[in-house]
T-cell receptor
Framework: AQKITQTQPGMFVQEKEAVTLDCTYD???????LFWYKQPSSGEMIFLIYQGSYDEQNATEGRYSLNFQKARKSANLVISASQLGDSAMYFCAMRGPGGYQKVTFGTGTKLQVIP | NAGVTQTPKFQVLKTGQSMTLQCAQDMNHNSMYWYRQDPGMGLRLIYYSASEGTTDKGEVPNGYNVSRLNKREFSLRLESAAPSQTSVYFCASREPGQGAYEQYFGPGTRLTVT
């Protein structure tokens, strides 16, 4: 079974600073993938970044990077140069192997960026 | 392209009433999903459809049924609503095999059962 753990219910960061949101996972599969989604107060789910279990380099997308440490089963999201618009809920998620690829979500971290 | 659309946006039901949540996508995706989101619990998978003509249970299927009407549309039915089904419901779609495995989400339906 897949499990995602996000231990930070809420975090604050100063505008223009970097912030790391923690995510640990558990799976017995060799092939899997990890995602981060952003959910602003308006409610929509916005895809940010993806890392496959066989990808050797950490994924980056603009100001977002995924710090993937396979041995520690962690997939932390790093946001550089925080902006006020980054205030939102952030969800870590994992897909399993196979064509269907069930996705399991964590409980989320609420990030608030302070001016 | 509209992406993934859901109707209605809001709904209030009385216990025991039935209703169907509609979802449609215009991205020609094969796989579609229904999730519910409750405070403090993230998103939990209710049902999914890996491709047209197939459906299967997810993590929390009890009290729900689904229909994959065609490749575009995937509906979720509550036969006899209960207060425990008060939640925000998200539909999502994706195309298996594409590199990022990203799921595209609809805007959600906020359902209250009294």
């Amino acid at each position: 079974a897949q499990k995602i753990t996000q231990t930070q219910p809420g975090m604050f960061v100063q505008e223009k600073e970097a912030v790391t949101l923690d995510c640990t996972y558990d799976t017995s599969d060799q092939s899997y993938g990890l995602f981060w989604y952003k959910q602003p107060s308006s409610g929509e789910m916005i895809f940010l970044i993806y890392q496959g279990s066989y990808d050797e380099q950490n994924a980056t997308e603009g100001r977002y990077s995924l710090n993937f440490q396979k041995a520690r089963k962690s997939a932390n999201l790093v946001i550089s140069a925080s902006q006020l618009g980054d205030s939102a809920m952030y969800f870590c998620a994992m897909r399993g192997p196979g064509g269907y690829q069930k996705v399991t979500f964590g409980t989320g971290t609420k990030l608030q960026v302070i001016p | 392209n509209a992406g993934v659309t859901q109707t209605p946006k809001f709904q209030v039901l009385k216990t025991g009433q039935s209703m169907t949540l509609q979802c449609a996508q215009d991205m020609n995706h094969n796989s579609m999903y229904w999730y519910r989101q409750d405070p403090g619990m993230g998103l939990r998978l209710i049902y999914y459809s890996a491709s047209e003509g197939t459906t299967d249970k997810g993590e929390v299927p009890n009290g729900y049924n689904v229909s994959r009407l065609n490749k575009r549309e995937f509906s979720l039915r509550l036969e006899s609503a209960a207060p425990s089904q008060t939640s925000v419901y998200f539909c999502a779609s994706r195309e298996p095999g594409q590199g990022a495995y990203e799921q595209y989400f609809g805007p959600g339906t906020r359902l209250t059962v009294t």
